[in-house]
């Protein structure tokens, strides 16, 4: 590694680390220890063979919480890590590399140990976290640090580097840059969490099932009685907690230490393939469309001084090397009659969050819409909800965002009735929401089902607070998408401690949250929106 790669990791993570969005991560990833090792009398487990747990020790504790870290780390971390390529080259950095002799291959280096000291500083937290969950559960309070952070070096660790690799490279890739790229790591993360835990896999898949071998052998050893012999990783829901029995832990021999380092090796080479193309912001190497301007989501409405007044965002360059720099066009409009600013102002929202969606997007709703419709109510809600309310997760995640990106939050910060564009904007969202989901809807209603329905309108209520109001605090479309994408996946999984659409029965009946709590959280979610716009305008007065 030369002097210049480590040079520019050092410097990217520096700057990474002093944003609030990392301290945020890390709080989160304390949160997650926390999840990993419950309370002996809590009602969900994070890894599980048949009905057991082990004995909270070290070996146990560190496992289950490495193994936690890898998944979730690798899933939520990819959205953390990007952009840092797109960041250079908004920012000018990416042309003063480009007059410097760095290599391709160098820069790609260093960004990549970047993206992998992120997030490896998490995987620190949670060794931390591990070693105070041992203490606080108290069941064996002797610490081995070898049984407790060995399995985070083997188990997370290649894991969040092939995230770190990844994220680098859908970022050289033009089709995989945006939110297309984001959906694709979810459905690779997917294959990976669920198909990597398997025997027989190349690597040893993830790594999970030599520790599920050496479970077995100590539950046989100590002749314990099992109904259930397989293994559960993963964030399950318990009927009754486990019982437990003592592992000593899992030793791992030189093959499988070996496997682990090749994941590792993998990553590096996933990390510096781009360098292959990778044009390292040379403007010579960059099309260019001289003479041609795209229109970004088009009007951005809002109200000052009794007049309605739209904004409209321009490149002054098609997609340059040196970013987007988006100039702002104010155009006075014919005062609306008394009552009417609010419907004009939703109506000029919904036209900027749906400016730019293809044909073939409406005609894929359409048909979710149709077999909504057509299905019978158990598939409706069960099957055709969530697909339908994952299918605008991408135009859902501009929501709150859209300023920011354009560069037009501060014209737009200045008008007065700002509380009245963001309802407008909310209003859209959960327009389209209700849109989308409109096919399940009629099942409900020609079945005379009132909960479910109760059900449907307050998941219409909250998909767009929670949009608005991560996309308000992250000022980016990635962090809904990392939080979205895993709470969608729960409920088509059929976990209903977190279903906030009805779409899990029992007995014909929802399963999941109460309307009224769903309800709730969405108000708070608004509730957020409102106050850090508030205390923004105070930042800027």
């Known amino acids: 590694m030369t002097r210049v790669t480590y040079g520019l990791a050092v410097a990217d993570f520096k700057d990474r680390v ?86 391709a291959w160098a820069y790609l280096a260093g960004k990549f140990l970047s993206n992998l000291m992120v997030l490896a500083s998490m995987v620190g937290v949670l060794a931390l976290t591990a070693l105070v969950m041992q203490l606080v559960r108290g069941e064996d309070m002797s610490v081995d640090p070898v049984a407790l952070w060995q399995p985070f070096l083997l188990l997370a660790v290649p894991l969040v580097s092939l995230a770190a690799a990844v994220a680098l490279l859908f970022e050289a890739l033009p089709l995989l840059r945006a939110g297309l790229g984001n959906i694709l790591w979810f459905c690779i993360w997917v294959v990976l969490a669920v198909g990597g835990q398997g025997p027989g896999l190349p690597l040893g898949g993830i790594g999970v099932n030599g520790v599920a071998v050496s479970m077995y052998e100590d539950m046989l050893a100590q002749q314990v009685e099992m109904d259930d012999g397989a293994f559960s990783l993963g964030l399950t829901y318990l009927d009754e907690p486990l019982r437990v029995f003592d592992w000593h832990g899992f030793a791992p021999g030189p093959g499988y230490v070996l496997a682990r380092s090749a994941f590792v090796g993998i990553a590096v080479v996933v990390a510096l393939l781009p360098a292959l193309w990778f044009h390292r912001f040379d403007p010579a190497r960059v099309r260019h469309a001289a003479g041609r301007t795209q229109e970004d989501p088009a009007a951005v409405a809002a109200p000052a001084s009794g007049y309605v007044e739209e904004v409209v965002y321009r490149d002054e360059a098609a997609r340059s090397a040196a970013g987007r720099r988006g100039s702002a066009l104010a155009i006075l409009k014919t005062p609306p009659r008394p009552g009417r ?156 401690v977190f279903d906030f659409m009805g779409a899990i029965r029992i007995e014909g009946q929802p399963a999941g949250l109460p309307p009224t709590v769903v309800l709730a959280v969405a108000v708070m979610l608004v509730a957020v929106v409102f106050l850090v716009g508030a205390m923004r305008r105070l930042s800027r007065d």
Not at 354 to 374: D, F, H, K, P, R
Not at 380 to 399: E, F, G, N
């Open 341 to 496: 600013v609010l419907p004009r102002l939703w109506g000029g929202e919904l036209r900027i969050l749906l400016q730019g969606v293809s044909t073939w997007w409406w005609w894929g709703a359409g048909v979710w819409v149709l077999l909504g419709v057509c299905s019978p109510l158990p598939g409706a809600t069960r099957l055709m909800l969530p697909v339908s309310w994952l299918w605008p997760i991408l135009i859902w995640s501009r929501l709150g965002t859209q300023r920011y990106e354009h560069g037009v939050a501060g014209i737009l910060g200045a008008y007065p009735s700002t509380y009245r564009r963001v309802v407008a904007e909310w209003a859209a969202g959960a327009t389209l929401t209700a849109v989308v989901g409109l096919g399940p809807l009629v099942r409900l209603v020609v079945d005379g089902d009132g909960t479910g329905g109760a059900c449907w309108a307050a998941g219409v209520v909250f998909v767009p607070s929670l949009a608005l109001a991560l996309g308000t605090l992250s000022r980016t479309h990635r962090l809904f998408q990392a939080v979205y994408l895993p709470l969608w996946y729960t409920v088509a999984n059929g976990l209903p």
């Open 18 to 103: 002093r944003r609030p969005a990392y301290l945020v991560t890390l709080a989160a990833a304390v949160a997650l220890g926390y999840v990993a090792v419950p309370d002996s009398g809590a009602r969900w487990v994070i890894m599980q063979l048949g009905d057991y747990r082990g004995v909270y020790n070290s070996a146990y504790v560190g496992t289950a919480t490495a193994l936690a870290c890898g998944l979730w780390i690798s899933l939520g971390g990819f959205y953390v890590v990007r952009d840092s390529v797109g960041r250079d080259s908004r920012s000018g950095v990416g042309q003063l590399l480009a007059a410097t002799p760095v290599r």
